[in-house]
């Protein structure tokens, strides 16, 4: 069973017909294994205390349990789900499953008896020939034979031999068909019995009706891909490699099948980013390809979407896109205002004035104007233009940030770049509102230079003192359900 752990928050949004409940927050850990999705599964801490059902939907296999109550007074529940596979476990399919797997061993009995019967028939009709030509000669005999003709009479008669051998075979198919005949007896009757027990749904009916629940479970799964995040695991330090400063990251567009990394050391006037194949190939430093830049890039801001390279050209607020495969850079454009150089970097300098980033919903940059008096400005760029379709003014100055990242279209920035760090402020783009947070993080090697959010794996990737490191997250998601009044 999925289990998903939610808090009450007092209002819905429909999700399930017939469906209703009022604690609509979850919490999730997202899965970790080496291949996409890279980072292992933290489960959640259960509340040990009493049970009790508070929804319960036969139908869609839905329940929801109350457990306990936080401190703060809200109510703590856990809806659980069942598998997608459920209904290939339930009794009655499977009794079909092997039903269908009995008509397809009579279907291929009956193959294999019709070629058997096929050959026979032709070697008996071949036998009658000969027989009927044997009977002519001795009816023609005049009494006696000759040595020669008794030969070959005899030798003739030899053939016929085998003939014996057929015939039993031909009665132990007899026995065959008989047998088969009482399966497909058996067959129709098992067939009838799960039609009544099932009522008037066919088989493909059911089965459209399973496929149907499938597709409304992974629009359920889709519903749950945004939420708040609550927390940041411990670090899972994948390599150590390079200087103090860099870069690493994945393609966050790239299909599941898809594990390349990318690999950028420094953050100042390099050209050179490395490709390796595999996450495996990039922990053993092997399979790796080398990518020279037509220009060189500046800060640890930059970001692969789509098959491309995102970066901050070096002494300017130009945004390169280079496209790897075709190794050539196919747009750039400066950011309006954007301060560069060092002008407006995050605590720990580095050129670090502008940022990139992608979420679930697209293209971000982060950075600073004079206009915006060194507070950041988080703009949605075009991937394809790089022009800016939306712009918004934090409020939060840029220094005092240690970095930031993007989950969800909400802003997330960290107090520091040192030893306890933790995430400060969020700011979100759809309210155009922000709050203090306080989610601490370990930083477990005390200088991050690079702090980027992939909304494929759902981790924070992170560079901290020529380290490459991973971060669980846990969001909190609205799963609240329709049919309340």
């Known amino acids: 069973m999925q289990e998903m752990w939610v808090r009450s928050l007092g209002w819905e949004d429909p999700l399930e017909e017939g469906m209703t409940t009022h604690c609509s927050i979850l919490a ?10 890279w980072l292992q599964s ?50 009655r399919s499977r009794e079909l499953r092997q039903l269908m797997e009995k008509v397809q061993n009579v279907s291929q009995s009956m193959e294999v ?83 009544e027990e099932m009522g008037a749904y066919g088989y493909e009916d059911l089965q459209q009706r399973v496929m149907a ?38 393609d966050t567009m790239a299909p599941s099948a898809d594990s390349r990394v990318w690999y950028m050391d420094g953050y100042y006037k390099g050209r050179r980013v490395l490709e390796f194949r595999t996450l495996g190939d ?8 080398q990518h020279l830049l037509p220009q060189p890039w500046a800060g640890t801001g930059h970001v692969v979407y789509n098959g491309s390279l995102f970066y901050n050209k070096y002494q300017s607020n130009v945004v390169v896109k280079y496209h790897f495969r075709s190794r050539s850079v196919l ?7 954007a301060g560069y150089n060092n002008t407006f970097p995050y605590s720990w300098g580095g050129f670090s004035d502008m940022d990139f980033m992608v979420d679930e919903s697209g293209l971000w940059a982060v950075y600073t104007t004079n206009q915006n008096a060194g507070n950041i400005v988080v703009s949605r760029l075009d991937p394809h233009t790089l022009e800016v379709v939306r712009s918004w003014d934090t409020g939060y100055p840029k220094r005092s940030a240690g970095e930031a990242f993007m989950i969800c279209g909400v802003l997330y920035v960290t107090n520091s770049h040192l030893a306890g760090a933790k995430v400060y402020f969020a700011y979100f783009t759809n309210t155009s509102s922000y709050e203090y947070t306080d989610v ?36 909190f998601h609205v799963i609240s359900t329709a049919g309340d009044p």
């Open 113 to 195: 008896l019709e070629l058997r019967t096929y050959r026979d028939l032709q070697y008996v009709r071949s036998m009658e020939t000969l027989m009927r030509s044997l009977d002519a000669r001795l009816r023609a005999a005049d009494g006696s034979l000759s040595a020669k003709s008794f030969q070959e009479l005899k030798d003739r008669m030899t053939e016929l031999l085998p003939l014996s051998s057929v015939l039993e075979q031909y009665k132990a198919d007899t026995r065959t068909i008989v047998h088969l005949r009482e399966e497909v007896r058996n067959l129709s009757g098992s067939l009838a019995t799960i039609q």
């Open 213 to 250: 629940l499938e597709a409304r479970l992974h629009a359920c799964a889709q519903k749950l891909g945004c939420g708040k995040l609550t927390g940041v695991s411990n670090p899972i330090t994948i390599r150590a490699m390079g200087s103090r400063f860099g870069s690493w990251m994945t």
């Open 440 to 475: 601490p993080f370990h930083n477990q090697y005390s200088h991050i230079s690079m702090l980027d959010y992939n909304p494929r794996e759902r981790a924070l990737y992170t560079w901290n003192n020529g380290h490459q490191v991973l971060y669980n997250v846990t969001l």
């Open 282 to 289: 990039f922990i053993k430093g092997q399979n790796f390809i």
């Open 28 to 37: 999730w850990r997202i899965p970790w294994t080496e291949e996409p999705g």
């Open 331 to 337: 747009v750039q454009r400066s950011l309006p205002g």
């Open 42 to 91: 933290i489960r959640l801490h259960r509340v040990r205390q009493h049970t009790q059902t508070l929804f319960q939907s036969p139908e869609e296999g839905w329940q929801l349990y109350t457990s306990a109550q936080a401190p703060d007074g809200k109510c703590i529940c856990t809806a659980v789900i069942p598998a997608q596979s459920t209904c290939s476990r339930d009794g």
